[in-house]
């Protein structure tokens, strides 16, 4: 993915708003939020343009409540892939309110769910917050090299450091 973004989100990968629901149901009766990561669709094997919401990330120290949530923005990840956000309304209500709106700005697509969190409880948003559509995609999110290693590896290594 580019330092800016510059393609269409076209859709948000099934892996990533299945966990975003059952976060949203662990946290009830309370709010939960978290962003949104998007990644190119050509890397998900996609043959179209545009860029997959691919992964839920977890803001640390987040504070939530039954009627709020929010995080210190010094927090959120310094990831250049955040394409949006997303965050449960206990109450059920799929519709921003006012607090959501002032926050909608900062990204592309803004998704609410609501109780009681079930594959069709949820609602994405533009940045004006206007419903929009947004498929469900079958796609499942690039392997992280992050930890790109196997046993051998560690086992190599443990031998040579005995030497």
Do not use: C
Request: hydrophobic share 35%; no cysteine.
């Amino acid at each position: 993915m580019g330092l800016f973004r510059s393609s269409e989100i076209i859709g948000i990968a099934d892996s990533a708003l299945e966990f975003a629901l059952a976060a949203s149901e662990e946290a009830h009766p309370n709010e939960y939020m978290g962003m949104l990561r998007g990644e190119d669709a050509a890397n998900l094997g996609l043959d179209q343009d545009g860029t997959v919401l691919s992964e839920v990330l977890v803001v640390p120290g987040t504070k939530t409540n039954p009627v709020s949530a929010e995080f210190n923005p010094i927090n959120t990840p310094n990831d250049l892939s955040a394409a949006g956000s997303v965050h449960s309304h206990p109450n059920g209500v799929l519709r921003p309110s006012a607090a959501d709106l002032s926050t909608f700005s900062r990204n592309h697509v803004h998704i609410i769910i609501g109780a009681p969190y079930g594959s069709d409880d949820w609602q994405a948003f533009d940045q004006d917050g206007e419903p929009i559509d947004l498929p469900v995609l079958d796609v499942d999110p690039p392997e992280e090299d992050f930890f790109d290693f196997t046993q051998e590896d560690i086992d190599r290594e443990l031998r040579e450091d005995e030497r």
